[in-house]
């Protein structure tokens, strides 16, 4: 399905016979998203066709994860057949297989501006492809006590951000000698996301589900050499405790008011601001 946050409703939605494993939205066309089964077919739904614009069969087990990069026109899908298959994001012509992994991989990313690909699997190795060569990088990863389930790179393409059950690892992309891991016990993981100033993760636990997030200052590797100030931040180091940060420099007579007085302040400014980004697309 496709859903308008704006307006909280479902515009659109389809069917496959299969189950759905991962679905990655089209980076040119809206309204498109490339869904991917557990029997390896990986289909391109456009609205407003119900059937699917075109069906792949890209692997022989369960799609893992679907990856894009718009800059080279590469999609890139990994599976439990233990391969990576790129194909051409304009014909969906199939690029070539990488058979480098022994065991399932579950997560790949397209570096933000360089024809590198990064991999996990469930053998816990991290992998790095350069695709104009079609080789492996130097300096395969083993990481955690337990396999890595999402894999990205950070913003600027300097690192290789993985996480897992067990941790979090962060490797220099063109030079894997250094590295920063952080431990956690989780449950379950599964989605990354990282931003510039930090790192989001999604977890469960029975039947709750919840997020990490992590300040990306914390990590050596991610900190930024010349930061742009900001007017007050928000730093939520447990998601059911938020914790925040305070500048009283955002209000001219900050420093004259009662802390409460300038925490209600604060809020109906941060309030306010939240409003209106609501409005823009």
């Not at 029997?39 to 990856?67: D, T, W, Y």
């Not at 999609?75 to 070539?96: A, E, H, M, P, Q």
């Not at 914390?218 to 007050?232: E, G, I, K, M, W």
């Amino acid at each position: 399905s496709v859903i308008d946050l704006d307006n909280e409703e479902i515009v659109f939605s389809w069917n496959i016979d299969k189950k759905v494993t991962v679905v990655e939205m089209h980076p040119r066309l809206p309204y498109s998203v490339f869904v991917g089964d557990d029997s390896g077919q990986m289909f391109l739904f456009s609205h407003p066709k119900v059937e699917p614009v075109a069906v792949i069969s890209s692997h022989s087990a369960r799609i893992n994860c679907i990856s894009i990069s718009a800059i080279h026109n590469l999609i890139g899908t990994c599976s439990d057949d233990k391969t990576i298959r790129l194909f051409d994001l304009n014909s969906y012509k199939s690029f070539g297989v990488i058979r480098s992994n022994l065991s399932s991989v579950t997560s790949i990313a397209f570096h933000p501006t360089e024809k590198i690909l990064t991999s996990c699997s469930t053998d816990r190795y991290i992998k790095l492809f350069d695709l104009n060569k079609s080789f492996e990088m130097d300096g395969s990863f083993i990481i955690g006590r337990s396999p890595p389930t999402s894999i990205c790179f950070s913003p600027d393409g300097s690192c290789s951000i993985a996480c897992s059950p067990s941790g979090l690892s962060i490797i220099k992309a063109k030079d894997t000698k250094f590295s920063d891991h952080m431990t956690f016990s989780l449950s379950n993981t599964y989605t990354l996301c990282v931003f510039t100033t930090g790192i989001a993760i999604t977890s469960s636990y029975g039947s709750n589900a919840k997020y990490v997030l992590l300040d990306a200052n914390d990590f050596p590797l991610l900190r930024q050499t010349s930061p742009v100030p900001a007017p007050y931040q928000v730093i939520v180091r447990d998601c059911s405790v938020p914790v925040h940060i305070f500048d009283q420099s955002v209000f001219p007579e900050g420093r004259k008011l009662p802390a409460r007085k300038l925490q209600s302040r604060f809020h109906e400014k941060f309030l306010s601001e939240i409003q209106l980004n609501k409005k823009m697309p």
